[in-house]
Structure formats: structure tokens, C-alpha cells
């Protein structure tokens, strides 16, 4: 007997539970089209700038700098020791000393000395290249540069993340 009613209370347990209404799997989205992924993708991209110029404005209201805009989204501040001088030159050699610098104080270089041709150098990003057009022998720099102008979306496989942007502090020695 006691076993008929323990078989008999999982021949129920069994009935009960296979009648009774499972929850429905989700439905699959519909994918979503080209058009609409380009879209979304698009105001990813531009929330994600907007943070960044956000950050950048944040940085130079903080700092009291008067920064000048270039236009492509780089701010430098020069500091001229002999204006003078005349601008540097395309492809003219210069040896450079920087510090390397993220928005919120991570220090990724510090007095790294290297020469390079100005705007014909592929080692250096193209913010401080372009930094260094309007720029004379003997000149300090800060320069704030934008993820764009900087290692972009890849970052520099090391030390700086992807979409990072940078405050270059620069000499320029020779």
C-alpha cells in the first residue's frame, strides 16, 4: 500500500506538472536592418564624442589655460621663447621631449625625447604633427588631443586605451 501511494503520488506529480503551462520561449527579435544598424551605430558614435569633447572642455575650464582650437578638435597653448624664430618647416628634422598625459591624470609617458620630420614622421600621432606646424625652435606646448587625432579606436596596444584622449606637454630641443 505504501507503495502504490508513492507511485501514485508521482504518477500525479508527473500529470500536474506536464499539464500545467510552461512559459513561452522568447520570441526572437527581428534582425535588424543595414539601414537600421548603420543608424544606431552613428549615435554611438556621436554620444561617444560628445562625452569626449564633455571631457576635454571639462579639463581645460579646470586648468585655466588659455587653450586655442585648430579647428580639427585639437587645443594647443604655446608658449614662445624667442617668436622670432621662424615657423618650423615641412619635413624639417626636430628632436621633441613629452609627456604623455590622459584627461583624468594617468601619466602613459614621461620624458620621452625623440626627433622626428615634421608632418612626414609615421611614429608620431597626427596631433602633435599638426601641433607643431605653427610652432617655432624652443617652443612649449600643451596640446589636448583628441582620440581621433591620437591611437584612435585601437588604442596603442600598451599602455593607452582605445579612445583615449591625450594632453601632450612638448619641448621642442632642436
Partial sequence: MKYFSFFGMMLFGWV???????????QASTPLSVHEMRERLIAQNRAAL???????HTFMDSSAIPFTPTGTGLYVWRQSFDATAPLLDTAQRVRIRSHVHGLHGQVFSQGLEQELSVLRDNDVI???QEALIQSHMGDSL???VPAHLAHGL?????????????????????
Fill in 16 to 26: 500536474l506538472f506536464s499539464c500545467t503551462p510552461q512559459a513561452k520561449e522568447e
Fill in 50 to 56: 560628445e562625452a569626449e569633447r564633455l571631457d576635454i
Fill in 126 to 128: 597626427w596631433g602633435v
Fill in 142 to 144: 600643451i596640446c589636448i
Fill in 154 to 174: 585601437a588604442g596603442d596596444f600598451g599602455d593607452i586605451p582605445p579612445l583615449t584622449p591625450l594632453v601632450y606637454y612638448l619641448r621642442i630641443l632642436q
